[in-house]
């Protein structure tokens, strides 16, 4: 049992009980209304009991609440569950409208998730799905199923969600040449390795999430397009570390065993120098962990740190080369 051997206010038992009853009726309460209950049972719950009963919760899994996202708890997991697969659901065991095919295709190829599909997906649904649909995108968002990036102001597109999962892999796709990098044009930084004996496979989803949060995602020219989309890919990602110039580039790509990334300097006269970039080799390496062990305490997952010479191609990389915490600064040029 999740509660076993855990100390927490008995009053908490009456809330639960009342809850387990609201659940029959209604798989989502607003804030207001489990205020209200939790101040009408014998041993009312103040407001800070009451966020401790809801944290302690949704530790456990009982029921979803974010502080950030306060105005509604979801009651029941699996009514969640449900939105969630409506919108993963494999595209041979969709209805797909007509009218918004190439917008559906968007989202099977790109990933690209348009108002147009959500309005598809939840208008056949339960009311409630309909009802409240903005926390729902708003928790999925949170559990990095689907992500909104940051993108220019001067982007093509207007801003939508992605969904990383659908996101087709391109085994074809040359990022090098996509993005116009040749010895004469780029400095390259050495390739950072993560290298695991087992890379669980959503792993890559929720670290492009955790970058795409912190850094804009760069954007590159659609073939046979006159426009730009988001630079995300099969396994790839690529983020602008300068926002104005964008002449500083960091490409993060995945395969079965490795997660690796590398810095993109696109100006004639820059310097790779060493540690330079040491706050972004950290910045992952605490979002890897952070995923693996706190969020979803995945004990039996590691990975160890290797480095190699960036003029390796992408798909050419082992992590050759050990680095340890004793030597992370010299993240450098090779």
């Known amino acids: 049992m999740k509660t076993w051997n855990k ?18 009726e209604l798989p989502i309460i607003s804030f207001q209304e489990i205020q209200n209950i939790a101040s009408d049972t014998p ?21 979803v609440y974010f502080k950030d996202l306060p105005s509604y708890i979801i009651l029941d997991t699996q009514w969640l569950s449900d939105a969630f697969r409506y919108i993963v659901t494999a595209k041979k065991f969709r209805a797909i409208s007509i009218k918004n ?28 799905f309909t009802t409240h649909k903005d926390h729902i995108l708003n928790v999925m968002e949170r559990f990095d199923i689907i992500i909104r990036p940051n993108m220019s102001e001067t982007a093509d597109e207007k801003p939508c969600y992605y969904v990383p999962c659908l996101i087709k892999i391109e085994s074809h796709c040359d990022i090098y040449e996509t993005f116009n990098v040749t010895d004469c044009t780029c400095k390259k930084s050495a390739w950072l390795c993560f290298k695991f004996r087992f890379k669980p496979p959503h792993l890559m989803n929720h670290l492009i999430a955790s970058l795409s949060r912190k850094y804009e995602i760069a954007e590159v020219v659609v073939p046979n397009q006159m426009k730009k989309s988001v630079a995300l890919f099969g396994g790839i990602a690529v983020f602008e570390l300068q926002k104005k110039t964008h002449l500083r580039k960091l490409l993060v790509m995945t395969f079965p065993n490795f997660i690796q990334v590398q810095v ?26 952070k995923i693996i062990h706190t969020r979803f305490k995945m004990s039996t997952v590691e990975f160890e740190k290797n480095i190699e010479c960036g003029h390796t191609k992408p798909e050419l990389v082992t992590g050759s080369n050990e680095l340890s915490e004793e030597q992370i600064t010299e993240y450098m040029d090779m």
């Open 7 to 24: 100390d927490y206010p008995l009053k908490f038992i009456q809330l639960e009980t009342r809850l387990q009853e609201k659940k029959k």
């Open 264 to 289: 993109l300097e696109f100006r004639k006269d820059s310097i790779i120098k060493r540690g330079l970039y040491k706050d972004i080799g950290d910045f992952v390496t605490d979002e890897l962990e």
């Open 101 to 128: 095919r190439k917008k559906w295709d968007e989202l099977y190829s790109r990933g690209k998730l348009h108002s147009e599909v959500l309005e598809d997906i939840f208008k056949k649904k339960d009311n409630m």
């Open 43 to 63: 041993k009312p719950l103040n407001d800070e009991e009451l966020r401790l009963f809801l944290e302690f919760h949704h530790e456990i899994r009982a029921l």
